[in-house]
């Protein structure tokens, strides 16, 4: 299977992942989440970690339940701006814009494991919570759906349920918490490289390079 060239085709800043900005009760409240889950953190260790009072924390957030929310959605929206980026990146090309767009989840997946490691937390938020971190989830799951049928409307890629591809390529994607450490013997950018690759084959992208050629006519004698 051909790859898609991962040189830089535009502006390569949403290869870049930086530690994100949050608040200290966000920044506490994550490792506490991430050490003990979010069942197991209470508002008290929270507060205590933070250095400030369990009714400061309730007048920033409201409830446990809202910190949770904040950190979601400031990781999903984080996700998706950096997708719109990375596809845009792509230029004109299905392929190398779902490579992009997988390259740039997987990066922000690997780099910065805590908050995506929050995935599994989101069975604790009341509907109306769930509902609000959905509508920013979509817009991922819309986009890379998008790609994928412009490739396939195109005869770049082939394959014969655009949606469920879209849905199998994320999950994939959303796995990586569950086994990715950063002590490992993989670095952030070769995961991405070969989620980008597998990516591609499960849509079944062809390179041109790869397509075979047709005979030319014979002509009669």
């Not at 490792?31 to 309730?58: C, K, M, W």
């Not at 990146?89 to 392929?95: L, N």
């Amino acid at each position: 299977m051909a790859t898609v060239s991962s040189s830089v085709v535009g502006n390569p800043h949403w290869r870049s992942v930086d530690p994100p900005k949050l608040s200290p009760i966000l920044v506490h409240a994550l490792d506490a989440f991430y050490e003990n889950g979010f069942h197991g953190t209470s508002v008290r260790e929270i507060a205590q970690r933070v250095g400030v009072t369990i009714p400061a924390l309730y007048y920033h957030h409201g409830s446990k339940e809202g910190i949770l929310l904040a950190l979601l959605e400031y990781s999903t929206s984080d996700v998706l701006a950096r997708a719109h980026s990375a596809k845009a990146d792509g230029r004109d090309d299905p392929a190398q814009q779902l490579s992009n767009v997988i390259e740039a989840i997987v990066l922000r997946m690997t780099t910065r494991s805590r908050l995506a490691a929050l995935e599994g937390e989101v069975r604790y938020l009341s509907p109306e919570n769930l509902l609000r971190y959905r509508v920013v989830r979509k817009g991922i799951e819309e986009l890379v759906l998008g790609i994928i049928e412009d490739g396939n409307e195109r005869g770049i890629f082939y394959t014969a349920d655009p949606a469920e591809s879209a849905r199998a390529v994320l999950a994939m994607c959303q796995s990586i918490p569950r086994w990715y450490h950063a002590e490992g013997n993989m670095a952030p950018e070769v995961v991405a490289a070969k989620y980008s690759e597998i990516a591609l084959t499960a849509v079944g992208y062809v390179s041109a390079a790869a397509k075979p050629r047709k005979r030319a006519p014979s002509t009669p004698t």
